[in-house]
């Protein structure tokens, strides 16, 4: 059965930590990576990841893909407040159509 | 504005009176889905649609319905709701379908929460 499973599930920082956020996979045939926050409502676009070693990176927030090890993090530098949010991450699997979701890590960045 | 809508974004029902939940998208959108949240389980896909009149069940189908009769709106059908389907239910879309090599992100409705009494 197809698996994507994130740690921690919850994690609170105070402002200015750094915090790393796992997401592993079991699918078979994966196809792509997908990191997004959710604040109160949406959830928003973070990063697609679809290959091994490449970072992506935007402003504090940077995501790896390791394809060999099936795995993903999402590291967030100097946290803010407004960091706080649940972040999820989902995979796409070659030759289908629907989307797995982890149960996302709640993430408390006190002041 | 490029958006995702929902409709109703709060619903109080009772067991077993039918509803809908609207959703429409305006950016011309191939794929659309519906997921619901419920508390440490993350987002669980329920049904989604590759285009026009095709649609597929995603991993908690039971007790749902959808169409999609024109590219733009998706509806969910709950025919006769049941408390265990009181959750937080979230419609997507996407441009391409997960399985295009030119897959992008999924952009998100705000939300219709649903409690079944």
């Known amino acids: 059965e197809d698996k994507v499973v994130q740690s921690p599930l919850s994690l609170v920082v105070h402002e200015g930590d750094t915090v790393t956020l796992n997401c592993s996979y079991e699918v078979t045939n994966f196809r792509s990576l997908l990191w997004y926050k959710q604040e109160k409502k949406a959830p928003t676009f973070l990063f697609m990841l679809t290959s091994s070693g490449i970072e992506k990176k935007s402003g504090r927030l940077s995501s790896i893909l390791d394809k060999k090890e099936l795995f993903s993090i999402l590291n967030i530098t100097a946290t803010q407040t407004g960091d706080s949010a649940v972040y999820l991450c989902a995979v796409t699997i070659g030759g289908r159509d629907d989307m797995r979701f982890g149960a996302g890590t709640r993430l408390t960045v006190k002041p | 504005e490029a958006q995702v809508t929902q409709n109703p974004r709060y619903l109080i029902t009772v067991t077993g009176k039918k509803l809908t939940v609207t959703c429409s998208q305006n950016m011309n959108h191939e794929y659309m889905s519906w997921y619901r949240q419920d508390p440490g389980l993350g987002l669980r896909q329920i049904y989604y649609?590759?285009?026009?009149?095709?649609?597929d069940k995603g991993d908690v189908p039971e007790g749902y319905k959808v169409s999609r009769k024109e590219k733009r709106n998706f509806p969910l059908i709950l025919e006769s709701p049941s408390p265990n389907q009181t959750s937080l239910y979230f419609c997507a879309s996407s441009l391409r379908r997960p399985r295009q090599s030119s897959y992008n992100e999924q952009f998100f409705g705000p939300g219709t929460r649903l409690t079944v009494l």
């Open positions: 649609s590759m285009n026009v009149e095709v649609t």
